[in-house]
């Protein structure tokens, strides 16, 4: 059974940093699109970032460029999400996702697995 497990979530006050892991198990990554997002109480999931099977493509939300970068290891079936500069709207529980098809995209419907979320609390 496929799954992923999230890691990293924390405290951080504005403007520090922080580096997210997921692990995925139970199935070849390989070829899989892998996605970040994030909710924030009483609002939408949002997008954030999402990675090609590669790793050659990248694609990032307006409100995250510039600040954070996704990368991955399939050897090890991780992908992580370091984020600097963090700002108090940055506070929610993020997701990651995979696409078997390798596709990925902005839109949640596109994949097919979710971990169960970390937290990430940053402070003014």
């Known amino acids: 059974q496929v799954q992923l497990e999230e890691s990293g979530g924390g405290l951080v006050q504005a403007g520090g940093s922080l580096r997210l892991s997921c692990v995925a198990s139970?199935?070849?990554?390989?070829?899989?699109?892998m996605g970040w997002f994030r909710q924030a109480p009483g609002k939408e999931r949002e997008f954030v970032s999402y990675?090609?099977?590669?790793?050659?493509?990248?694609y990032y939300a307006d409100s995250v460029k510039g600040r954070f970068t996704i990368s991955r290891d399939i050897a090890k079936n991780t992908v992580y999400l370091r984020m600097n500069s963090l700002k108090t709207e940055d506070t929610a529980v993020y997701y990651c996702?995979?696409?078997?098809?390798?596709?990925?995209?902005?839109?949640?419907?596109?994949?097919?697995?979710w971990g169960q979320g970390t937290q990430v609390t940053v402070s003014s």
């Open positions: 990675i090609s099977w590669s790793g050659s493509y990248k």
């Open positions: 996702a995979a696409d078997r098809a390798g596709l990925g995209g902005r839109v949640s419907d596109a994949y097919d697995y």
């Open positions: 139970g199935g070849i990554f390989s070829d899989y699109a």
